[in-house]
C-alpha cells in the first residue's frame, strides 16, 4: 500500500542530521549572541521592559561606539539569514500541516522584515525604536519553534525496532468515529514515524462527524459543513492512510478485511480485501427503534448529516403547508412536532426547535399563531435525562416548562405512521412530525464479525479493550461492553474518545512488544443545552445552570470540534446567530430532488408558454 512519508526529517541520514543541526543551532547562537553582547555594551538588563526598551538602547550603542552598532547589525542579519536559510528548508518537511505551516513562516518572514527595517529606521523614527523591542521579543520565540521544531523531529521520536519482518506492520482501523479517531492520531504520534508501520483507517464517509451539534444543524443555529471534516485533512500532517470504503465482512482466522467501494449510485461496486496484524473495531452505532412498527418507514432521526438537514427542511414545509390550510385539525397535525427520547440529543432537540419556530418562523409566517405550535416531548421513563444527577436532571425539566413543551414521561410509543404516533394507553397524537432519538444500538457490521456478544449485540472486551481470546483485536465505543468499576459504560462521546486515546497507546505498547495497561474511564460529568444562553451541566461535581452554564457548554464542545477553521465558522455562526436571522431557505441535497425541481421549472416554462 503506497502512502506518503509524513516524517522525511526522522529518515534523514545521520551525516545530514548532524549537518542540519549545526546549522540551526550555529545561527540560533548568533541570534542569541548579538543580544548578549548588546546587553554588554548597555549595561542592559534581560527583563520585559529592557526587551521594550532595547531599540532606545540600541541608540545610545550608536551614539558612543558607532562600529560596534554596526557590527550588532551584521551579525543580527547574519543570524537571521543562517536560520531562515536552514531551519525554513527543513521547517518544509516538519510533519505539520500544509496550512499551518504557511502560517507560521508567513508570521516569521513578516517579523524579520519588520525587524531589519527597525534596526534601519532606528536614527530617523521613534516608533521603530519604540516597536523594535517587541517584534524581538515575537521573533526570538518564533525563531525557537523554528529552530526546535526540526530538532525534534530528528531526534526526539521513539523508536521500534521491526527487525526480522519482511513486510510492514498494519493496523487498520474500521470507523472514523470519535473512537477510532483518536486511537489512528494516537497511535501515528507515537510511532506514525516509523516506515516498517502502516495505520489505515476505514470509513463509508470522507469525513468525521461532530454529531453533539446536529440539533443546531437541524434548525440552523450552525451550518452543515461546520460538524464535518474531510478525514484526508485530518490526517494531512501524519502517516495514516485513508480509505473511503464499506466494511463487508472480517475474516478473523485469515486477518482480513473484506470491503466495498462505491462510485456512485449506478457504477459497479470494487470489492477489495486488506489484510491486518492488528484490527481495532469502532464502527459506532445505529439508532434503535425497539421493532417499533412504522418508525424505519416514518419517522426522522438524528445520527447523520443528512437527518438534520432533511428535519430542518420538514420543519419549514410544515410551516409553509400551516399558512394555507384551513382545516383546524389539519393545521393542528402539522404544527404538533413530537421528539421521542428525552437523552441530550431529545432535549436540546428540543429547545432548538422552540429557538427556530420562536425567534424565526412565528415572524416569517404570520398566518400561524405561536398558540397553535405544540412541541411534545416523549420519554419512555419516569424522568428526561436518565442517569443524569437530579438537578441537572430538575434544571432542565423546569426549562423545558418555561419553553412550553410538553413532557409525556413514563409513556411508550407503540407505533408511528405518516400521520400520528400512537401512546401506551390508547392516546394518538396527530403530527406529520416525528423524530426518533430513543437510544442507539451496534452497528449491523458486528453481525458480520465472529465475535462472542452480549444479549445487547456489543462485544464485551478485557480491561485493556481487546477481545478474550483475540489479543489482536481491539473494540472500541457504541461497539464495546466494557465493565468500569462493575458497571457496563454507557455507549458516550467521552467514552469513546478516552478509549481512543488509551488504544493508541497500548497498540504502541503492543508493537514494541511490552505488556498492555488496563483502561480507566473518567467521568468528566454531563452537559445539555435547553434553548437560547441556558444550559444544565454537571462538570467534575460542580452543578449549574443558566448563561453561564451555556457559555461552558458551548466552550467545552468548541475545544472538542475538528479543524481550526470549523471552530472559527462555529463561533462566527453562533455570533451571527446573535445578530442575525437564521435563515429558512430550504437546502435541497438529493438527486432526486435536484431532478423534481428541474422537472417543475420545466413544466411551469411551458405553462407559462402557453398562457
Known amino acids: 500500500m503506497s502512502r506518503r512519508d509524513a516524517y522525511p526529517l526522522v529518515h534523514l541520514s545521520l551525516t545530514r542530521k548532524l549537518l542540519a543541526s549545526v546549522g540551526l543551532l550555529a545561527g540560533a547562537a548568533l541570534f542569541v549572541g548579538g543580544v548578549a553582547l548588546s546587553v554588554l555594551l548597555t549595561n542592559w538588563t534581560l527583563t520585559l521592559g529592557g526587551f521594550l526598551a532595547w531599540g532606545s538602547m540600541l541608540m545610545k550603542v550608536r551614539a558612543y561606539a558607532g562600529p560596534w552598532f554596526h557590527a550588532l547589525f551584521a551579525v543580527h542579519v547574519l543570524s537571521l539569514l543562517l536560520v531562515g536559510g536552514v531551519a525554513f528548508r527543513l521547517f518544509r518537511r516538519v510533519a505539520l500541516a500544509r496550512r499551518a505551516r504557511a502560517a507560521v513562516t508567513g508570521l516569521l518572514v513578516g517579523l524579520a522584515v519588520l525587524d531589519v527595517a527597525c534596526w534601519l529606521l532606528l536614527p530617523m523614527l521613534g516608533l521603530a525604536r519604540a516597536l523594535l523591542g517587541a517584534v524581538l521579543l515575537l521573533l526570538g520565540v518564533g525563531l525557537g519553534y523554528l529552530v526546535g521544531r526540526p530538532l525534534r523531529d530528528m531526534w526526539l521520536y521513539e523508536r521500534w525496532n521491526a527487525e526480522g ?5 498494519r493496523v487498520v482501523i474500521v470507523g472514523g468515529g470519535f473512537a477510532g479517531l483518536y486511537t489512528a492520531l494516537e497511535l501515528d504520534r507515537r510511532l506514525g514515524h516509523h516506515r516498517s508501520l502502516e495505520i489505515v483507517v476505514l470509513d463509508r ?5 461532530f454529531p453533539p451539534l446536529l440539533p443546531s444543524v437541524a434548525t440552523g443555529a450552525i451550518e452543515t459543513r461546520q460538524v464535518t471534516y474531510p478525514f484526508r485533512r485530518i490526517f494531512e500532517a501524519t502517516s495514516v492512510v485513508f480509505r473511503k470504503e464499506t466494511v463487508e465482512s472480517i475474516d478473523l482466522g485469515a486477518r482480513v478485511i473484506h470491503t466495498r467501494a462505491d462510485v456512485d449510485e449506478k457504477s459497479t461496486a470494487l470489492h477489495r480485501e486488506l489484510r491486518y496484524d492488528a484490527l481495532v473495531l469502532a464502527p459506532g452505532s445505529d439508532t434503535q427503534t425497539f421493532r417499533t412498527p412504522g418508525v424505519a418507514e416514518h419517522a426522522f432521526f438524528m ?5 438534520a438537514v432533511s428535519v430542518r427542511n420538514h ?4 410551516f409553509e403547508l400551516a399558512a394555507q390550510e384551513q382545516s383546524a385539525e389539519r393545521r393542528a397535525a402539522l404544527l404538533r412536532f413530537v421528539v421521542v427520547g428525552g437523552g441530550p440529543t431529545g432535549v436540546e432537540l428540543m429547545a432548538e426547535i422552540r429557538d427556530l419556530i420562536e425567534h424565526v418562523l412565528t415572524v416569517r409566517y404570520p398566518e400561524v399563531s405561536p398558540e397553535e405550535v405544540d412541541l411534545v416531548l416523549v420519554q419512555s421513563g419516569a424522568q428526561i435525562l436518565p442517569g443524569w444527577h437530579p438537578t441537572v436532571v430538575q434544571h432542565a425539566t423546569e426549562q423545558l416548562h418555561a419553553l412550553e413543551v410538553r413532557m409525556l414521561t413514563g409513556r411508550k410509543v407503540q407505533s408511528v405512521s405518516e400521520f400520528a404516533v400512537a401512546l401506551d394507553g390508547g392516546e394518538t397524537l396527530p403530527t406529520r412530525t416525528t423524530v426518533w432519538c430513543a437510544g442507539v444500538k451496534p452497528a449491523g457490521l458486528l453481525g458480520a464479525v465472529d465475535l462472542p456478544k452480549h444479549p445487547s449485540g456489543r462485544i464485551p472486551v478485557e480491561e485493556d479493550l481487546r477481545v478474550p481470546g483475540r489479543p489482536e483485536v481491539f473494540v ?13 459504560l454507557p455507549p458516550l462521546g467521552q467514552v469513546a474518545f478516552q478509549q481512543g486515546t488509551h488504544t493508541g497507546k497500548n497498540l504502541a505498547r503492543l508493537i514494541r512488544g511490552e505488556p498492555l495497561t488496563p483502561f480507566r474511564y473518567f467521568n468528566y460529568g454531563a452537559l445539555v443545552s435547553v434553548g437560547e444562553h441556558f444550559a444544565a451541566i454537571d462538570l467534575m461535581g460542580v452543578r449549574m445552570s443558566g448563561a453561564l452554564a451555556w457559555f461552558i457548554w458551548r466552550t467545552l464542545y468548541l475545544t472538542k470540534l475538528v479543524g481550526f477553521g470549523n471552530k472559527v465558522r462555529v463561533v462566527l455562526d453562533w455570533s451571527l446567530d446573535l445578530l442575525v436571522e437564521r435563515s429558512i431557505s430550504q437546502i435541497s441535497a438529493s438527486r432526486q430532488d435536484l431532478e423534481a425541481a428541474a422537472g417543475d421549472a420545466h413544466v411551469t416554462l411551458r405553462a407559462g408558454g402557453e398562457t
Open 303 to 307: 445520527r447523520e448529516l443528512g437527518d
Open 205 to 209: 464517509r470522507n469525513y468525521f462527524l
Open 476 to 488: 472500541l465505543g457504541d461497539a464495546s461492553l466494557c465493565q468500569h468499576e462493575g458497571r457496563s
Open 165 to 169: 519482518r519482511s513486510d510492514p506492520f
Open 315 to 318: 420543519i419549514i414545509d410544515c
